[in-house]
């Protein structure tokens, strides 16, 4: 996707951004603990892996912060590649990679075979249990010795079931809050992209791939660092966390 269709894409990563925060309105913090411990442990010119990037919001952050580093997007959704290609059209920082996560063979597409960091957010709490350990197992083979693992996502601690709703129906009076004040939600953003003459064709694919919307088991943050651990990771603990998310980091 070049610049040269006229679309603002900037626009329409402000706009992404916007629609994410009615979810996450801490969303920046998160992304800022994972840049803090991506200096501490590996350094400000990172080899990093930006998996299941979407329009590349880790990866514009990460180059903002770190201008020598470098990033490997990949993604299976044709619209917010689509975006992220605009975004970072003649940015040789960037590469980006066209792969399904729960395709065994994905890594194969990817241009080095192993990275300082890999990244994500927000993004695999669509597997479920087993390839989701799975992808982990691909994700330590990826990571050097030293490097790290960071997941950003909604992880449910099943033990605290009155803590959880009371959480629940705080955040969500306050999201019903903000869409009455303008915010869009998922729903909505899709459907302004799919009127979009640019991503709108994008978009259709998006949806034949995906369907509307698909969510996996959402496991404990224990049992995503057991897992890590028996992968392969050294040290797997939360550096951040929220009323309802957690930034797991594993270190190889």
Known sequence: MATSTGTDWAAWQESWDRQQEWYMPDREERFR????????????????????CGTGSITARLLRR????????????????????????GDDRVRLVTADLKDPGWTAKLPYDSYDAVLTATALHWLHAEPLAALYGQIAGLVRDGGVFMNADHM???????????????????MEQAKRDGALDWADWWRLAAEDPVLAEPTARRFEIYGEHADGDMPPVR???????????????????????TLLLALK
């Open 66 to 89: 770190f201008p020598e580093a470098t990033s490997t997007g990949v993604d299976l959704d044709p619209a917010l590649l689509a975006i992220a290609h605009g975004t970072f059209d």
């Open 156 to 174: 449910i601690d099943e033990t605290t079931p009155r803590i959880n709703a009371a959480e629940r129906v705080q955040r969500h009076a306050r």
């Open 223 to 245: 049992w995503h660092a057991r897992v890590l651990r028996e992968k392969g990771f050294t040290e797997a603990r939360p550096v951040w966390a929220s009323p309802s998310d």
């Open 33 to 52: 603990i994972m840049l803090d411990m991506v200096e501490a442990l590996v350094g400000t010119a990172p080899r990093v892996l930006d998996l299941a």
